[in-house]
């Protein structure tokens, strides 16, 4: 769902990321009592808006992020689960992203375009992460990935390397959008490195996921977990088909 979501106009808007799962869930494994409750069982028709102050844009938006079902992708040649992101900025419009099941994970397509009803992949602006999260997500996994945000386009095109770990938050987390208590908080150290970065960028995310709701919260920080507030987002409306 950046993440979601996300996460990112990446190496311009920093993340947000919205995950989303319909028939492929992820579970919570919190300690409690019923395991058998759903993290986010998401289905087409769920809609979250979220606020978002960028420092980078020094600016503040809205996010509108909509689940519209499983669709077959014909470039990739299976069904994957698309959402539609709109952003209410200059130039901003809606896009999908595109998220897929393979090894454990899920693999999140963003930079993509709407031609008609048609989803393109831009060659100069398709991301593909992978691993961007693990299916059965609980606390105390430990994960990592590559971003390549424009594609690989030469031995020195841009990268974003992360590595995960996850938590069970202990604190009640509040947002707009109300109290959610339980929630799982992903903790990302991103690299930035290539392209126009002479020296590595560094960042520290911080997101924060609540059962059946998906990502409530994301702060990302310079260096550390002490660093300035480069990014905060927060999810202000939330609404689930009823049936």
Known sequence: MFSINSKVFVLAILA????TGAIVVVNLHSGLKDDSQ???PLRADTRWTYSVYSQTQRAKYLIFDVAKGFAYIDKLQRRCLIVDETYNIERGG????????????????????YNGDKIEFPPFSFSDERQFLPLSLHPDRIWSNVIYPFGRLSHNAPTISQSHRSFAETQEIIVPAGRFGGCLRVETTA???GGAYRE????QYFDWYARNVGLVKTIAREKDRNGNIVEDVELIEFHRPTA
């Open 94 to 113: 809606t896009r999908p992203v595109i998220y897929c099941s393979s090894d454990g994970f899920f693999t999140r397509l963003s930079g993509l375009e």
């Open 38 to 40: 759903l993290f986010f």
């Open 16 to 19: 947000l990321t919205l995950v």
């Open 200 to 203: 590595p960028l560094i960042l």
């Open 191 to 193: 690299k930035f490195t």
